[in-house]
């Protein structure tokens, strides 16, 4: 499978997702992620996710209206950065990195620390929590204090994770 892109986004676009990803992670963190200088397209997963391209490379999840860093994105920030201490962040132990790499929910169990920030509906990105390596992203199903607190249940619904489709896709 190919990334169609469909267009080059304008530069109110591109303002707007600095803007957001300002919003969710501060404006320090947004500036690494993407500038007014990046050359940003628009490329067709599929029929419900869009993937933005930042200077050629896959970089920004997008469904409806929500956009997100992808795993690949992350990945990248996360050999100068600790994403243990950023927000929207979901840290799980050792156990459960198997399970969420074939795509399995984040279970409340596993999770050693999470952003007590995080709201129900939230997107969030999950990492490992001996490197702090990104494994995934979702939608939050829990606040993110119960997550640290509540000892079983779905915490975290995983909508892409590292050696999914979009993964494979990205890396490639």
Avoid: C
């Avoid at 892109?5 to 591109?14: A, D, F, I, T």
């Avoid at 404006?27 to 990046?38: Q, R």
């Avoid at 409806?64 to 799980?92: C, H, Q």
């Avoid at 939230?122 to 829990?142: N, S």
Wanted: hydrophobic residues 45%; proline residues 4%; charged residues 35%.
């Amino acid at each position: 499978m190919e990334l169609k892109v469909k267009h080059p986004l304008s530069k109110k676009e591109v303002k707007e997702i600095i803007r957001e990803m300002g919003e969710i992670f501060g404006e320090e963190i947004a500036g690494k992620m993407l500038s007014k200088k990046d050359r940003v397209e628009l490329a067709e997963f599929d029929r419900t996710t869009d993937i933005i391209l930042v200077n050629g490379k896959p970089f920004f999840i997008k469904r409806k209206e929500l956009v997100f860093p992808l795993v690949i994105a992350l990945y990248g920030l996360s050999n100068e950065e600790d994403l243990r201490k950023w927000p929207r962040r979901v840290v799980v132990d050792a156990g459960a990195i198997p399970f969420i790499l074939k795509g399995a929910d984040v279970m409340a169990a596993g999770i050693t620390d999470a952003d007590e920030n995080i709201r129900e509906g939230d997107f969030v990105f999950v990492v490992e929590e001996d490197y702090g390596r990104p494994l995934a992203i979702g939608v939050a199903l829990m606040d993110g204090e119960t997550m640290k607190e509540k000892p079983k249940g779905k915490a975290v619904k995983n909508i892409h994770h590292a050696k999914d489709r979009i993964w494979n896709l990205t890396v490639g």
